[in-house]
């Protein structure tokens, strides 16, 4: 600590007293490692014990403390004070509807994750006694990138079109879907293909490409949706030539 | 009795909202200028087919200052839009692998705003060449 303090103006929504949301200001005492996480922990623990946010792991990995710093979508753990000359904003996550505080209400992003059968559908049926399905690590190199998604949120608060069409599947929901599309292991992608063809599909997506730019995992939705929209053409044109597909499998 | 009353934040002006965006709505507004690059083409084509007088008009029309500014504005439409779409092009193209190695977007975005480069000099080129009787 430096000694020295810093604002921290936070948009409040208490739905019990306030009509819409109101921004409030804090004094915070900062120093060089000072996290915008911390600062909001000091205001709670020392200031203000009113004050609504998520958190857990304070290390860019549990992906709960998504939310707009400086207008932008960020993790809290992951942005500093020392980047902000005077005063930082802190708004609760773009795109989504508050709860309270830095609250959102996620119900609608998580349904959109369990709509995309986020889940290994196998190829094959294989019986206990024949072991595991294999991989190579050149095989899980292919969809490896696509498997660091930690459900922050970031890429819906960045992406326009979520906030114009809250039913658009969105970045993070078909980056999962594209991760196990791409996995050797999985047969389920003629099931998957229905979500992205789908008029809520990737063909809401207009290519502003600020979900790749805002990932704080490197995931890059925009290419899962982009690639999707190349696969959804090809279905599109040449779905006459697949064969069949196999019925039955383990499900 | 629940007290839950979720809060939805209104879409107005959300492309002034982040440079991000406003960059995003040039790049799209660029592609105005590509419109009316097409229509002038096919203007041309038209005067062509509609004899030498028609020909001779538009031709007069290219070389006078309002044609000269026009096509000179849609010339750095046309280059801040190809410029800004090879820079996003990684992001739509499928992962391209070479020896076994994922390519990174900068090289792909280089590369491709070098053959941008490549294939203009050979067109503007060919195009000198015509116009000079294939004399160099
Ligand atoms: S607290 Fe876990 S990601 Fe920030």
């Not at chain 1, 929504?13 to 915008?36: I, L």
């Not at chain 1, 099931?191 to 490409?209: D, K, P, S, W, Y």
Request: with cysteine; proline share 6%.
């Amino acid at each position: 600590m430096t000694g020295q303090t810093k604002t921290v103006a936070v948009l409040r929504y208490r739905p019990e007293q306030d009509e819409a949301p109101v921004w409030q200001e804090y004094q915070v005492p900062y120093g060089d490692d000072t996290s915008v996480l911390a600062a909001l922990n000091y205001i709670k623990d020392e200031l203000d014990g009113t004050l609504s946010f998520r958190w857990s792991c304070r290390q860019a990995i549990c992906g709960s403390c998504g939310m707009m710093i400086g207008g932008k979508p960020q993790l809290a753990c992951k942005a500093f004070l020392r980047d902000y000359p005077e005063r930082v904003t802190v708004e609760a996550l773009a795109h989504f509807p508050i709860e309270r505080d830095l609250v959102v209400v996620m119900d609608g992003f998580i349904d959109k994750l369990q709509k995309v059968k986020p889940y290994l559908i196998p190829r094959e049926m294989r019986a206990l006694e024949d072991g595991e399905y294999l991989q190579t690590p050149e095989e899980m190199d292919l969809y490896a990138q696509f498997a660091g998604c930690i459900n922050c949120g970031l890429c819906y608060a960045a992406c326009p079109q979520v906030g114009l069409n809250p039913d658009f599947l969105g970045p993070g929901a078909i980056a999962l879907l594209h991760r196990y599309n791409l996995d050797s292991r999985d047969g389920g992608q003629a099931e998957r293909m229905e979500m992205i063809n789908a008029e809520l599909g990737v063909f809401n997506c207009t290519a502003v490409g600020y979900c790749s730019e805002v990932c704080p995992k490197m995931v890059d939705p925009a290419n899962a949706v982009n690639v999707n929209k190349m696969n959804s053409a090809r279905d599109y044109f040449f779905r006459f030539l697949r064969p069949a597909p196999k019925q039955g499998g383990c499900r | 009795m629940s007290k839950r009353r979720p809060y939805v934040r209104p879409m107005d002006g959300w492309f002034k909202r982040d440079p991000f965006f406003i960059e995003y709505m040039a790049h799209e507004g660029t592609a105005v200028f590509v419109w009316l690059f097409a229509l002038e083409m096919l203007a041309g084509l038209f005067a062509l087919a509609a004899g030498e007088a028609a020909w001779g008009g538009f031709t007069a029309f290219l070389a006078s200052v309002p044609g000269l500014l026009l096509n000179g504005l849609i010339l750095v439409m046309l280059l801040y839009h190809g410029v800004s779409w090879f820079l996003i092009m990684p992001r739509t193209l499928p992962p391209v692998r070479v020896g076994g190695r994922k390519v990174p977007g900068s090289t792909i975005s280089a590369v491709g705003l070098a053959a941008m480069l490549v294939a203009s000099f050979a067109v503007v080129g060919f195009f000198c060449l015509l116009a000079n009787g294939g004399q160099g």
